[in-house]
């Protein structure tokens, strides 16, 4: 059987590089590839004060890969109802990663000691995607 993997994808109006470059600190992950709108084959179908944009970008590490790209604001959706789980393995780097993405945004859950989780928490960040982040503990 072949493989399938699942890829969060978000949609921005017009922030996408800035929440990218972001998310690459906070996740400590790289961006293995960016296209703008006017990098694209489609530049010229995009209007030039759109060439900025971003058409596809790609973050990744360890076995996490997040996209995006930026979408006309007419169309654009706040995320609802779903969240990014971030999965770490210790409780300091769970609490670093979850003050970085709630900073200038909105806490749901304070970071916690919970039944299943050493640390678990839930904020949207300042660019509106919610994230859950989770380091569990040890299951008997």
């Known amino acids: ?78 995320p609802q109802g779903t969240l990014i789980n971030v999965q770490v393995e210790s409780a300091a780097r769970a609490q670093a990663i979850f003050a970085d993405l709630s900073e200038g945004g909105e806490i749901r859950m304070p970071m916690e000691e919970t039944f299943w989780a050493e640390r678990f928490g839930v904020c949207t960040d300042r660019f509106g995607v919610p994230w859950m982040v989770n380091c569990e503990k040890p299951m008997p």
């Open 1 to 78: 059987m072949s493989e399938v993997r699942l890829n969060p994808y978000l949609n921005f109006p017009g922030n996408c590089r800035e929440a990218f470059d972001f998310y690459a600190r906070v996740l400590q992950a790289e961006i293995r590839l960016l296209i703008t709108m006017g990098e694209s084959p489609m530049a010229s179908e995009v209007p030039p004060e759109c060439h900025n944009n971003i058409c596809h970008v790609c973050l990744s590490t360890q076995g996490m890969v997040l996209m995006g790209s930026d979408c006309p604001p007419d169309v654009y959706e706040k």
